[in-house]
Every structure is written in C-alpha cells, then in structure tokens.
C-alpha cells in the first residue's frame, strides 16, 4: 500500500530526478582540455600555436577566416574584391561590430592593425605576409582599401590567420594578458598553469552566437592525466588529445565520441644547416635514409599518423607525396655517411620538447641512427619558453623535433634568419614565384618543386603528418573534428538535448 508518505517520498525523487535532467540538458558551459599552455593571449606578438588555439575565432577575429573545410570566408568583411593585377584588395566591412571594450570596428582598425604587424619592430610570427602592403587607404569607416607592391596570390588566404586579427589601439599593451576583441566570447580570467575562462559576448555581431555562456580551457600537458580527467568528468573534451595509446579505450565507451581528424601538423626534425657535420648534405640524407617513418609513426603515435617525405601536409593543397625519394635504407645511409667521410659516425644532440610524441620519437630516432653509427644524445627542453630561446630565436641546437602546426607553410624555408639555417637560392625562387602567382595550377607546380628540393636536401627529417585525435562527450555538437589551421573553435558548440 501506498502511503501518504511514501507517495511525498516518491513525488521529491520525481521531482528532483526531472530537475536533473532538465538541468543536464540545459547545460550551456563546456571545459575543454588543451596539451599546452599558451605563453600570452595575444597571437600577433608571438608565435606559439597554443595562442592562437585558445584565441582565435572565439576573443579575436579576423577580415576572413577559415571554415572547417579550409575554404575563406567573409568575417569583418562582408566581402571584397581585386584589381585585375592582383595589387588591390577593396573590403567592404561588417556594419555595428564592436569590440568587448566598446570600440567600434572600423577602417582605421584595420590600417592600424595590419600597419602593426608589418611594422619594423613587429614581432607577428608572419609578418612576412604584411610585408607586400604598399598602403592602406580608409576612404570611408566601412571600406578599406589595401594596397600591395607586387602580386601575392595567397594574400587573402593569409589574412584569415591568426596573426592577422583586428587589435583595438588601446588594448596593446594589455592584449597579451587580458584580450580584448570583437569576438563571441570576452576574456575573463586566466589561472596561470591552469586554465583561461572566456564568458559570452552578449554585444556580439552575429545574433544567437554563441549558444554557451562560458568556456574554460585546461591546461593538460600529461597524457595520463588528460585521460584521467576525461574519465573523472573534469573536463567535457579534448580535441587534440597526445596519449594516442589510450585513444582506443576511449573508441568503446558510449560517454565519449572519438573522431581520428585530419590536420596541417607535420613532425619534423630540424638539422641545424650550418652546424658541422650537418653542413654536409650527404650526411643529412645518411640520417634520412636510416628513419624509418613507420616505426616513429608506430613508436610516437600508436600507428596514428601518415608519413611524409617534404615539409607539406597530405591536406595541403599541391602536396606531392615525396616519401620515396629518400626510403628507408640503412645500408645506403652507412655508404652515404662513408662517403662524407663519416665512416665511424659522429654524435649529435637533440633538443627535444618535453611532450610525449616528440620525446618517444626522438627514441625511436636514436635507435634507428644508432644502427648506422649516429650516436644520438636526447637534451629535454621546456616547450614552450626554453625552445623557443634556445632553438626557435637563438638557433643555439644541433637538432630538434617539433610539428610545424601551419597548412603550406613552405616558406618557412626561404625566410632569412629561421632556425633551420637552411639557404638555397633556386628554392626561394620558386617560393616567390608561389607567393606572386593567382593561379592555383601555377602554385602548385612551384609547389611541388620546391617540396622535391626539400626532400632532397634533408634542412630536416621528415618524419608524418599528426592526425587530430578527437575525444569529447557524445552530447557536445559543433566542434571541428578537422584542423585546417591552429585553432580550437567553440563559437558554434552546444550541447545536444
């Protein structure tokens, strides 16, 4: 029998199970978690991707972006054209837009912006995509008219970066700690060694964006505890998780949905080319040919990953798969070493960043070159700060291993003063004809020209393209699964009923 009591009893747990449940699908926050934490919070200063992965697209906004897809698309600008000679980009912009400060966004935002970053002292990570501007003319607030002095065919494609974001004048000096831009989300905090917390931009352009009221990112550099904190529920997602060799525990779990994504991130292990012997460029394709990519691929990622043979990633456009040119082979690499007069080897040192995929490739990577007398000696380094000094800014290294997060970022190797030290005139050339050319087929056969020069000459070890190793709860919608460009973008995510 039912009693008066027991039928309260049982209406409370109705009651409270229903308010749970409610609540559950109401839920408008997300956690994610992220490997590395971000040096600052401004991406045009510096050049850390962790930057841009927590800033772009969701504080700061650019002219154009990237879709998920890769493709630009219109952003502050509503749309834009060119001359027929390819030296003038008219933008019309995006009407009642403001910044989280209250600015308005208009033409002297952009000329002060892209006048910044293209300035002799700037310190944008790409400020050699500035450097064509001749002049930027504001005609009205809503228009701005750029300028080149020569033809650069990926122009526009690089102003949908990070480093080319809209900075209001008076937040410069703070940016780097406490953001301000016209973005979805408005900065609110940021827990050194722990997190950043964002909260929604109610003054945001796009009405109804964002559909969360807040976003925090964790900061999980150790591979166990990502996946502990996921199990625990600390976190709602990891996109980019680095312990593939739990990725699969994940795979069978009806709390998660994992996605294997594709992305631009390509290992490599930079030679140092102006450091005996590795001057030598037998004895770089000596160490080429004692890789083999498979056993890093499997050693580093779990078998995760594809091998590549050239500095470009297999979603790049005009990628030329280059893994052949110089195969596994280790009795060609001892002839090749004996050859440069390196018959009894040599000892090197490599830099390595203290992640876990760069750390177990650089062991594989001293196994394999040990077979042909390379004595290889791992030096640990703090990533980001102590890379960056040493390797990155002082070219003070023999070797190091990094991905080289940015899609057709070949240019890198043409760029005075990068740390590769790597010069060969015949492969700027081709760089610069790349960069001047509008048409897709021109680039890519420049392209893929140049990429051959780089698999060739070995400025450093191709090792495999990082695939996106995606897991987050089956109840979160909206998050990239692929990663056409650095950037963790919760603009669109929210929670499924």
Known sequence: MITQRTGLRLAFAALAL??????????????????????????????????????WGNIYEGLVTLDKDGKVKPL????????????TYTFKLRPGVTFHNGTPFDSAIVKFSLDRARAADSTNAQKQFFEPIEVIETPDPMTAVIKLTQPSGLFVYHLAWGDAVMIDPKTVDANKTDPVGTGPFKFKSWQRGNQVEMVRNDGYWDKGVPKLSAVTFRFIADAQAQAAALRAG??????????????????????????????????????NSEKPPLDNVKVRQAMMSAIDRQAIIDGAYSGYGKAIGSHFAPTDRGYVDMTGEIPYDPEKAKSLLTEAGYGDGFTLTIKAPQMSYTTRASEVMQALLAEVGITLNIVPSEFPAKWIDEVFI???????????????DIDIYSRPGYYFNYKNPKFDGLI???????????????????QKILADE???LYLFDLPRLNVWSARLEGLWENEPISQVYVRDAYWAE
């Open 458 to 460: 070995v400025p450093a």
């Open 18 to 55: 229903f308010s749970s449940v409610s609540f559950a699908a109401a839920k408008d926050t997300l956690t994610l978690g992220l490997p590395v934490e971000p040096t600052g919070l401004d991406p045009t200063i510096s050049a850390p991707v962790a930057i841009r992965e927590v800033t």
């Open 432 to 450: 610069a004809a790349a960069d001047k050319t509008a048409d897709d087929g021109e680039r890519d056969k420049f392209y893929g020209e140049a």
């Open 234 to 271: 600390d976190i709602d997602g990891f996109p980019n998780f680095t312990a593939p060799e739990l990725f699969g525990e994940f795979q069978g779990d009806a709390r998660f949905k994992t996605v294997v994504g594709a992305t631009p991130r390509k290992l490599v292990a930079a030679l």
């Open 76 to 87: 502050l600008a509503t749309e834009w054209t060119t001359s027929p000679d390819g030296l």
């Open 394 to 408: 002082k070219r003070d290294y023999e070797m190091s291993i990094i991905d080289h997060a940015e899609p057709m």
